[in-house]
């Protein structure tokens, strides 16, 4: 496995809206979905998290909304996760330290 902190966080990212899914269904009693990459990204984490074959406008919606939020502005937990980034700390503390910064 690379450890290569881009690498780290492309793989990071690509794990955690399965993981994300995955938590919702055991929670809400059914079993976690096997991800769909021909979905894409938005439909994707639709699909992991309702269990349903997400529409065109659902899909559409999401990813607008992740590229707005991504574009214009970031929460408390991002930017904890971006200023623990910055001081050149590891990919694990990144993420911890935004979880922390979110809860």
């Known amino acids: 496995m690379t450890t290569r902190p881009a690498a780290i966080a492309l793989r990071t990212a690509g794990f955690l809206p399965w993981l994300v899914g ?6 809400t009693g ?7 990459p021909e979905l894409g990204y938005a439909g994707n984490y639709l699909w992991l998290v309702t269990g349903a074959e997400p529409s065109a406008d ?3 919606a999401l990813s607008r909304y992740l ?10 937990s991002t930017f904890a996760g971006r200023v623990i980034a910055s001081t050149g700390s590891d990919m694990a503390s990144c993420l911890l330290g935004a979880l922390g910064a979110f809860l």
């Open 22 to 27: 995955a938590a919702y269904a055991v929670r």
């Open 30 to 36: 059914a079993q976690p979905r096997t991800p769909r």
């Open 58 to 60: 659902a899909v559409r």
């Open 67 to 76: 590229c707005l939020t991504v574009d214009h502005g970031f929460n408390a």
